[in-house]
């Protein structure tokens, strides 16, 4: 049981350029959330999908889209990636919005130079 | 906007020690939860509550809502329990603490 799948684990990019990052989870469940991590910080709510089709913006939106694919995949997008972007993503999941426990991917460590 | 205070930042214990992790809160939530961050960086969620106490093998979670309080305890602490623990409340969107980190030593 596979659960929270999130690639890639490492990037690095440069000012300015783009990336996705992916996940997919297999639990059926409806929820999705990106957050990211940063020293010093709790976890941070970048953007969330509470069921497939919609998605909504998070305590740090700027910077980032999301896309939820379908029911499985929720992807993160860094159209212009900065500095202030340097962190660890996490993508987690859970059945039925936020009164149901989360289930984390491994998360991305991302650096932009 | 909830303020959410973890206690004590860092903790150090000697195999077997009962442990005790504490979680404050500014404003009144829906639920909390527990989370363990690994050394290695994934995060598992441990317990979600709203009232009351849960139980699951060692560990403990109990909430008291109208002190706006929250504990995380440990029983028999082992250096497998070496991890952060994370504390987030449910108001709108989750809201996270820091994080305790833990370290227990053989």
């Known amino acids: 049981n596979a659960g929270v799948t999130q690639t890639p684990k490492f990037q690095v990019l440069k000012t300015g350029q783009s990336m996705t990052l992916q996940c997919a989870q297999d639990m059926n469940h409806n929820s999705m959330y990106w957050y990211r991590q940063d020293p010093g910080m709790g976890l941070r709510l970048i953007y969330y999908?509470?069921?497939?089709?919609?998605?909504d913006k998070g305590e740090v939106p700027n910077g980032y889209n999301v896309s939820r694919l379908n029911k499985r995949e929720f992807s993160l997008r860094l159209e212009s990636a900065a500095p202030s972007q340097t962190s660890v993503y996490f993508c987690a999941s859970s059945e039925n919005g936020r009164n149901s426990p989360l289930h984390f991917g491994n998360g991305t460590r991302l650096t932009v130079t | 906007k909830n303020e959410v205070e973890q206690s004590p930042q860092n903790l150090t214990a000697q195999e077997g020690e009962f442990i005790t992790i504490n979680c404050s809160y500014s404003v009144g939530i829906s639920a909390l939860h527990w989370l363990q961050q690994h050394p290695g960086g994934g995060i598992v969620s441990l317990f979600m509550l709203s009232s009351g106490k849960k139980k699951h093998g060692r560990l403990i979670a109990t909430i008291n809502i109208q002190e706006k309080h929250s504990s995380l305890h440990i029983t028999a602490s082992h250096p497998r329990d070496s991890a952060v623990y994370i504390c987030a409340v449910l108001e709108g969107n989750l809201i996270f603490g820091k994080g305790t980190k833990l370290s227990v030593k053989p």
């Open positions: 999908s509470a069921s497939e089709g919609t998605t």
